[in-house]
């Protein structure tokens, strides 16, 4: 069924990491750098030149590469309608080398199309992180469980919410002494908007609807889990009598 988002035109010199439509079928990679002639393995960088990119460009890698390099480590996570998706399927192994250099590990789900960094936590003085920590409201915690269960228990391959199924779901957890309800949506409408500023969820141009990403499944760990399960029932008014401060959540992970 044809959907508003099928209806986007990618016009040229549009920015690198903006998705195209097209690149499911006909990803927009330069392939002239490769040599595909059968005596080398898919996925080896041959040792034919390489076009400089700029003036001064030092590097060994064919400029698809590098560029799904920098999307990798710029963007929430990288799906099939990216025009570097197929660079990162071809070049995984070179791809995975040059982010470990920077300490980050590639995670891949080809079943469901999309990757992603993860910075490696190791207690080495010398290691500096790439990828900046970043946190989520406590609604938006929750939102992003209860997104992520609707993803694992739905038996399309495209998984689609309503604004006003979010809201009706999120103000079942409004505690009892909340009389502000308005008050209430708004900070649900928050936390719709931090989802889908980073990634996790892709508004439907024209409607109340909302695409969720699979790469939800992957970004949320057990830790995160549980640790939102708990947010859920603080939500509800199990609060403590010493008033913990609920209004954030570090999820530990960057998921935008």
């Known amino acids: 069924m044809s959907t508003p988002e099928d209806d986007v035109v990618v016009q040229e010199g549009d920015d690198l990491f903006v998705d195209s439509p097209e690149a499911i079928t006909e990803p927009s990679v330069d392939l002239s750098h490769f040599a595909f002639d059968g005596s080398e393995p898919v996925g080896t960088i041959s040792e034919a030149r390489i076009d400089a990119r700029f003036d001064g460009d030092t590097s060994a890698l064919p400029a698809p590469v590098c560029y799904a390099l920098q999307e990798l480590v710029a963007a929430a996570h990288v799906s099939a309608r990216s025009r570097n998706w197929k660079t990162i399927e071809v070049h995984e192994e070179i791809i995975r080398s040059r982010l470990s250099e920077l300490n980050l590990q590639l995670e891949i789900n080809r079943e469901h199309k999309y990757a992603f960094t993860r910075q490696v936590s190791e207690n080495d003085p010398r290691q500096r992180n790439i990828l900046r920590a970043q946190t989520l409201t406590l609604a938006a915690s929750v939102l992003a469980l209860f997104l992520r269960q609707k993803y694992l228990t739905s038996a399309d391959e495209s998984v689609v919410t309503e604004r006003g199924e979010i809201i009706d779901h999120m103000l079942t957890y409004k505690p009892v002494s909340d009389t502000d309800e308005a008050g209430f949506i708004k900070r649900i409408d928050a936390a719709i908007n931090q989802l ?61």
Not at 216 to 223: D, F, M, R, T
Not at 230 to 243: K, P
Request: glycine fraction near 8%.
């Open 196 to 256: 889908e500023s980073r990634k996790i969820i892709r508004a439907l141009p024209g409607t109340d609807r909302f695409v969720v990403h699979g790469v939800i499944a992957s970004l949320l760990g057990p830790e995160q889990v549980a640790a939102y399960t708990e947010a859920y029932r603080r939500l509800a008014g199990e609060h403590t009598e010493e008033g913990t401060d609920l209004t954030e959540l570090d999820d530990q992970e960057r998921t935008s």
